[in-house]
């Protein structure tokens, strides 16, 4: 069976294919979740992550993106498969998501590139502090 899909306004809506909709016809309520309607209700849809498990494909997707896209091909002398190997094997022992991006970046790191980094993901943003005063006042 062929479907068409439309996403419009943060909603997808699932049609069977060569249905088309008029664009001044009213579209059914979009908390009608029905075959009819075709609207998708994601509050039914339960995702469970195995940290684990998705940080070591992160780790992998990361040294692999490397390994293709370096800009030197013999990565300055580095031996990128080793340097997997090591690293990899510290990947069990990652606790947070937080662990990873530092692991991810000792190994970019190992590249010798001080403009290349490893960032973002699912981390917890850091408090903002206030930097000290200098204890005195200035006066222009």
Known sequence: ??????????????LAAGVELDD????????????????????????EVDPGLE????????????R??????EFGGVDWQQCHDRYAALVPRVATRLELTDLLCEMIGELGCSHSWHSGGDVPPLPSRCPGKLGCEWEW
């Open 1 to 14: 069976r062929t479907i068409g899909v439309k996403l419009s306004e943060n909603r997808l809506r699932v």
């Open 24 to 47: 001044d016809e009213e579209e059914p309520d979009d908390t009608d979740f029905t075959r009819e309607s075709g609207f998708v209700d994601f509050g039914r849809i339960l995702l």
């Open 55 to 66: 940080w070591g494909q992160i780790f992998a997707d990361t040294w692999r993106h490397l």
């Open 68 to 73: 293709d896209e370096w800009w030197d091909v």
